[in-house]
Every structure is written in C-alpha cells, then in structure tokens.
C-alpha cells in the first residue's frame, strides 16, 4: 500500500496487523511534519528534550497493552510476571542514580507525582510554603488556582529584591512564623542552584517536611552539575522527561521512614515509602503506564552511562556562553545569569511583550517560550 505521506510502502508489523501509514495517513502526516520541525528549527524550550529512539521504541511498544494496577507482586490482574520485572528494574535503576532509600516510578507525570505527596503528607488546610509562579515556582506549589493554593494554606516565599534569588534569611523568618507543615524547594522558572542543606535546616528547625521538585533538573543532578537533594529532603519529585530525556511521566523518591510519623501522623500503621505509594495508587491514579515505565528504565539506563555525564555538563556551559552573550548586547536576564539549563530574559522595559517575541523567533525556526519573571503585572498569557 502506498503511503500517500511518505510514498512508503507500509508493510504489517509481526502481528500481521497494518501500521499507522496505512490506518491512518492523516495521523502519519501530522506525525511527520512534527518530525520535520525538530529536525529544521532551534529548539530552546527548557521543558521539553529529544529522547532516544530507544526510549521513543519502548513508549510505543507492546507495553502498552498490559494492564497492572497495583505493585509488583501484588497486582489485581493475572499475567503480570514480566512487567513486575519491569517495574522492579526502573524502580532499582532510580535509586540507584539518585542514591533514594524508596521510589515510585507509577506516576503519570509531575503534577500527579506533587499530588500523592500532598496526599501523603498533609491534611486539608495545612500550610504549605513554596516560591510564588511569578518567581519561578510551579502551580502545585501552593498557587491560588491550583489545588494546591485551594485545598491547603500557602505561605509564600520570596526572592532577594536584588539579586532575585531566593532569600533564605526571609524564608527562614517566615518559616519560624507560619510554621508549614511542607516546604517546597525547587522551580519551573528559577536558572540557579538550589541550596538544599539549607532548606533541610530550615524545614528541620519547624519540624517541616522538605519536598524537593527537580522536574527541571533531574539530569543535570544525575550528571553531577547540580547538587543532589535526596540526602536532604524527605521527599523528591520529578518528571521523567525534560533534562533527564525520558517518556512523558513521574516519579517520585523518599526516605523508607518518616522522621516526624510521632509527630504528624501518630495514627498512621503506615511509613513513609508505604504512604507515598499508596497516595499514587489506589488512592490517585489506576493502573500504571507499563509502556512508559519501560521508556524510563531505558531512559535511566542511557543516564547512567558517563556520556550522559558529558552531556549535563555541556548543556550547563552552553547555557553559560549564551547568557554571556545576552548580557554583552545589553539583554537583562533574570539573577544576571544561570547555573542550569535555563535563561530568562527580563523584556519588560522591551516595547514587545514576551509573548510577541517568542513568536516573532518562532518565524525564524527558533522555538522559545514566554514567562513571568520575578515583578511581572502583565498577565501571564502575555508576558
């Protein structure tokens, strides 16, 4: 049969059963036309990456047909010998990069994986203390139109009004105040390092949970050029694609034990690592994504090769050269520079919004994103 996307002959898989040229070309088009785009623009979106044909292999394979609900070795469906496997292979792949006592690798993304944590952690109305959107925090970490804002307290902290990075004396002085029962470090919009040991001491002096989300970062820790907060904190979210370039999915890691079970949850028959599990399943979500779980296993085995380390280094001093580059021609960014991944340009004394910039690269075949940064009144459909 002729591809008329491709002028392919589209030939069945082992199964006899046609592939997707010949069931749907629309589809097929749309696919290769995305392809297309990667290939021929510059792509400077922080969250998203380019994984492997290997963990692009595993996304769509026959993984996807097994369904799983549970963990391994206590499943609610027969049949489920080798995805037990599976999930106990990413599962020991995880702490092994990341040094974790307990993972979760169930999740369907990073939003979910913040979810169970809060379900795990927290009752309704707790105060929760996390860095506002507009300073390069993420809707799960207390912001008003989010659950997170809605169903527990906020207690916001704040960047230094100069070097807009986070001001840990503030956040230490707020913190003895409102006394939060969680504290969350980490950004979807914040280009510097995150000083974990401090937050630890914080969060300890208020017998407060320490949450970090690495969504963002996660390659570059597993590279070793941003520190790892695992020793740190109580918990650790992320999502498995971005630096860590893997499928679209979460995971989540955390101590077996919860230092504070006398004092937060007296009650509970349950630890730490049990909690957290149980808050994705049943609780949250059904039956895992076998298919992704299987890309993540791969996308960890890929992360630990000492290639992988190379990679997170360059990504860093790529970052570096071109923010050095923004500053010369008279560009202000957001911190005056990054340590990550992530450039942020301050456009506000611009006659442009962001929003019209991005579109404006987006003509040329450079793909950026427009965000709020640290001061923004304009909305954030348009900053």
Partial sequence: MDNSAGGAIAQPDTYGRPHLAAVDSRVRELLLRQERQERTTLKLIASENFASSAVLEATGSIFTNKYAEGYPGARYYAGNEIVDELETLAIERLKALFGSEHANVQPYSGSPANQAVYRALLSPRDKVMGLPLPEGGHLTHGWSVNFSGSDYQRVPYRLHEKTQQIDYD??????????????????????????YAAMAEIASEVNSYLVADIAHISGLVVAGVHPNPVPHCDVVTSTSHKSIRGPRGGFILSRNEDRYQPLHHPKSKHNLAKRIDRAVFPLLQGGPHMNTIAALAVALQEAANSSFRVYGQQIVHNAKALAQALLERGYKLVTGGTDNHMLILDLRDRPLSGKAYAERLSRAGIIANFNMVPGDRRHPALT
């Fill in 170 to 195: 503030h956040l230490r002085e707020t913190a003895k105040r409102e006394r939060p029962k969680l504290i969350w470090v980490g950004g979807t919009a914040y280009p510097r390092i995150f000083d």
